[in-house]
């Protein structure tokens, strides 16, 4: 996926605030496209991982981490999502019991942040993962996928200014333009997060049948 660098963003949000420092201005555009990505979850990323000798195998590119995991898949079998409680409940030696630690996995979870587990660990030679995530940008990203500017700067634009010109004390302070571009960022928001459920191919929405 092709990226751009944050200051792509600037001409949208330092005519608005002028006077902002740009690292200021870099935080906010950074916070609102993380924002963006939590609500429509439409940065996805999809990788295959060969497991090496460590249970846990990192799963982001750089300047991302997980906002949620869509799904993990080891040769080719779907795996069932669970957490640590769960296994700790019902396994209580799962992280190192031989018994249970080898042979077919049948979870996956997570024991560091962003990172993916798969329980039991595998005996196979052939050890393929494939995981598909929704990813957000990290708290120092420079980055960003180049489709959220190109299809969505000024929504990004408009977060950023919610919070930039909402910041006390400054000379480019103005609560009431705040306002404004918040409420332009969260109505936007709310028709972009449509369309991670239709995507642009316009799928229908899956919804359980009625039968008679």
């Given at each position: 996926?092709?990226?751009?660098?944050?200051?792509?963003?600037?001409?949208?949000?330092?005519?608005?605030?002028?006077?902002?420092?740009?690292?200021?201005?870099?935080?906010?555009?950074?916070?609102?496209?993380?924002?963006?990505?939590?609500?429509?979850?439409?940065?996805?990323?999809?990788?295959?991982?060969?497991?090496?000798?460590?249970?846990?195998?990192?799963?982001t590119p750089v300047d991302a981490v997980i906002h949620d995991i869509e799904r993990c898949d080891f040769n080719g079998q779907r795996l069932d999502p669970t957490g640590v409680e769960w296994l700790d409940d019902r396994y209580p030696t799962w992280r190192s019991d031989s018994n249970l630690w080898?042979?077919?996995?049948?979870?996956?979870?997570?024991?560091?942040?962003?990172t993916i587990r798969v329980v039991p660990a595998p005996l196979e030679t052939e050890k393929r993962v494939k995981v598909w995530l929704r990813l957000k940008p990290s708290e120092d990203a420079e980055t960003l996928p180049a489709f959220i500017h190109n299809q969505h700067a000024g929504l990004?634009?408009?977060?950023?200014?919610?919070?930039?010109?909402?910041?006390?004390?400054?000379?480019?302070?103005?609560?009431?333009?705040?306002?404004?571009?918040?409420?332009?960022?969260?109505q936007a928001l709310g028709r972009k997060s449509k369309l991670a459920a239709t995507g642009q191919q316009r799928a229908p929405i899956r919804v359980k049948g009625n039968f008679f």
């Open positions: 996926m092709s990226t751009v660098d944050l200051d792509v963003f600037l001409t949208k949000v330092l005519p608005y605030a002028p006077g902002c420092p740009e690292p200021t201005a870099f935080e906010h555009i950074r916070n609102a496209a993380s924002d963006f990505c939590e609500e429509t979850k439409l940065w996805r990323f999809e990788q295959t991982f060969t497991l090496g000798d460590t249970p846990n195998f990192c799963a080898t042979g077919q996995p049948r979870w996956f979870t997570q024991t560091e942040p962003d990004i634009a408009w977060g950023a200014l919610g919070s930039i010109l909402m910041l006390p004390g400054q000379t480019f302070s103005d609560p009431e333009r705040a306002v404004y571009f918040q409420g332009k960022f969260d």
